[in-house]
């Protein structure tokens, strides 16, 4: 079927959409739900090709199996999340290993610290105020977190500053050819990630020629991509679940010489074109 729009485009154009060095990226879905894994290894492959993207920041609600492949290449240079793991599936392998050894850097989020960062890039101003992270340490870890005054009533607020991206990449159940996608019940900051990105790559179990329904709206949509079972291993409820041997693998070999085959089999599996290590 042709589509009468531009917006459709493969894995590798969306990938290529990341600029070379220093950009923000941010991952949409939860934990192991919704993850962007066909962009993640399409940018893999390209940075096996490139050298590039590089030195990116991470910018995830909770980060997961999609960033610790970027973070394994090397990819990363800030992390940006309140959380960086694989749930029961335990630690996030090259983030711990890299974290140890201080490979990147590591900015202490909170759930409240990235939700009201977005609040205020989206209503143009430089902070939000909030009650959070008062008497507690994190203040001190954070020193770039400003504190003020509420001027009417003059209690201590902390001014979270807002929180730019460069490019955000959300998996949808389904979109359309204009960019209207239909991301669930289970949102994460998906719909505020799209809305703060400068570029925004949705990629999709199913492409439908016009959705009724939809969380994102395509206006704000740079590239749309067909890409079934594009979460996988992670899951996309309804369509398949987690594939928790996948993920065990992956636990067991990502810091052995067995981890390249891996690789070049999940790519194979996203039909993302693969130099063999």
């Given amino acids: 079927m042709t ?8 894995l590798q154009e969306a990938a290529a959409l990341v600029p ?6 941010a991952l949409g879905g939860v934990t192991l739900y919704r ?16 050298a590039a993207p590089r030195k990116l920041t991470l910018l995830c609600y909770t980060a997961g199996l999609e960033s610790d492949v970027l973070v394994g290449a090397g990819m990363v240079e800030r992390v940006r999340s309140c959380y960086f793991g ?40 430089g902070f939000m105020p909030s009650t959070a992270w ?20 003059g209690e201590r607020l902390t001014a979270f500053p807002a929180i730019e991206c460069d490019v955000a990449v959300i998996h949808a159940l389904r979109a359309d050819p204009e960019g209207n996608a ?6 994460g900051v998906d719909r505020e990630l799209a809305l703060v990105a400068g570029t925004v790559v949705i990629t999709a179990e199913e492409i439908l020629p016009k959705l009724s329904h939809a969380e994102i709206i395509g206006s704000v949509v740079t590239a749309v991509v067909h890409a079934p079972r594009g979460a996988w291993p992670t899951s996309c409820h309804p369509s398949y679940p987690l594939d928790g041997l ?3 693998q992956y636990t067991e070999q990502a810091t052995t010489a067995g981890y390249a085959q891996l690789m070049n089999e999940w790519a194979l599996a996203h039909d993302v074109p693969w130099t063999p290590s």
Avoid at 35 to 50: G, I, K, N, S, T
């Fill in 3 to 10: 589509y009468s729009t531009n917006k459709l485009a493969t």
């Fill in 20 to 25: 070379a060095s220093g950009a923000t990226l």
């Fill in 35 to 50: 993850r962007p894994m066909a962009f993640a290894m399409a940018l893999l492959a390209r940075h096996q090709r490139e």
């Fill in 86 to 125: 694989l749930e029961a599936f335990g630690l996030a392998p090259h983030f711990t290993e890299g974290a140890s050894r201080g490979g990147f850097q590591i900015v202490e989020e909170t759930e409240a610290s990235l939700a009201y960062g977005l609040r205020a890039t989206l209503a143009g101003v």
């Fill in 134 to 153: 008062q008497g507690t340490d994190l203040l001190r870890l954070r020193p770039d977190v400003k504190q003020i005054d509420d001027p009417y009533t």
């Fill in 182 to 187: 239909d991301i669930g019940k289970n949102w």
């Fill in 246 to 248: 996948a993920t065990l």
